[in-house]
């Protein structure tokens, strides 16, 4: 499972770094970091999670 993010709708809420901190971080504007494009499947649910309560939509799931 890969996971894709689209900075340009980013509100720099945050939930997906508290949600899935080894796949998110957010720059110094807040807006979102992709620090891993390929989820480890221990981290599935987490960015399934994030992916879901993203405010903006910014998250997007791209399964293999
Ligand atoms: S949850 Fe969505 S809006 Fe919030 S920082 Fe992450 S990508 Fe951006």
Known sequence: MRVA???EVCIG????V???PTVF???DEGLVV???????PQDA????GAVAHCPSAALRI???
């Open 5 to 7: 993010v689209d900075r």
């Open 13 to 16: 809420s945050g939930n997906c």
């Open 18 to 20: 508290f949600s899935a």
């Open 25 to 27: 971080d957010q720059d």
């Open 34 to 40: 992709l620090l891993t494009a390929q989820v480890d």
């Open 45 to 48: 649910d987490a960015v399934r």
């Open 62 to 64: 791209v399964e293999d």
